[in-house]
């Protein structure tokens, strides 16, 4: 079955614990991003791969990192977290030539 | 720069209406629209995609949208709402290399009986 893995789906952690959120798809997509979703807000893309070792930074890429060692994975690790990071995070991922994201189920994070 | 404006936050109809969420862009270059839908505890799944073809475009579950450049407008349409299309709509823009996606804030859809 064609899918965006994100785990774990729900985490609570403290300030300043590193953690990483992990994605994968089995769709053999080039395009691998990374939204977040605050209430009212909408998503906002944090960072985007459109390639393995190929990334660059979205609309709100403060406070995290993201790596593309693999075409299937793309993991999205916060150093140092925040509470202003306690959000619901989705993975997603397309070919370069349609544009159309697939999407993880999410992975609810708070930060306290 | 590209922006998406959605006009609502929540829209509400009585099942078997029609249903409208608007939707307003920016863009620099000639844009690709998008349309994607989020049910409860779900990601996001696309409903319907403009990329420069037909300008009334048909989508999964009945819904079109039809893209009006001189009004910079990709609305949303359904001839008659289902309780099951009760969830929230996100249009959003793209560049045609795709590279970034932007997306409105949402506009949660509410079907009563």
């Known amino acids: 079955e064609a899918q965006v893995t994100q785990n774990p789906r729900y985490l609570i952690t403290v300030t300043g614990k590193k953690l990483t959120v992990t994605c994968s798809q089995n769709m053999n997509h080039e395009y691998m991003s990374w939204y977040r979703q605050d209430p009212g807000l909408g998503l906002r893309q944090i960072y985007y791969s459109m390639n393995v070792e190929v990334t660059d930074k979205g609309d709100v890429p403060e406070g995290y990192k993201v790596s593309r060692k693999e075409k299937r994975n793309f993991p999205l690790i916060l150093e140092s977290p925040s509470p202003n990071q306690t959000s619901l995070y989705f993975c997603a991922s397309s070919f370069l030539i349609t544009g159309e994201l697939f999407f993880g189920e999410g992975s609810r994070l708070t930060v306290l | ?113």
């Not at chain 2, 829209?11 to 863009?27: D, I, Q, T």
């Not at chain 2, 970034?100 to 859809?109: A, C, V």
């Open chain 2, 1 to 113: 720069a590209q922006s998406v404006t959605q006009l609502g936050s929540h829209v509400s109809v009585s099942e078997g209406a029609l249903v409208l969420l608007r939707c307003n862009y920016s863009s620099s270059v000639p844009p690709y629209l998008f349309w994607y839908v989020q049910y409860p505890n779900q990601g996001l799944q696309l409903l319907l995609k403009y990329t420069s073809a037909a300008t009334l475009v048909k989508g999964i579950n009945g819904f079109e949208a039809e893209f009006k450049k001189s009004e910079t407008s990709f609305h949303l349409t359904k001839p008659s709402a289902h309780m099951s299309d009760a969830a929230e709509y996100f249009c959003a823009v793209s560049d045609p290399g795709y590279s970034t996606l932007t997306f409105g804030k949402g506009t949660m859809l509410l079907v009563s009986p």
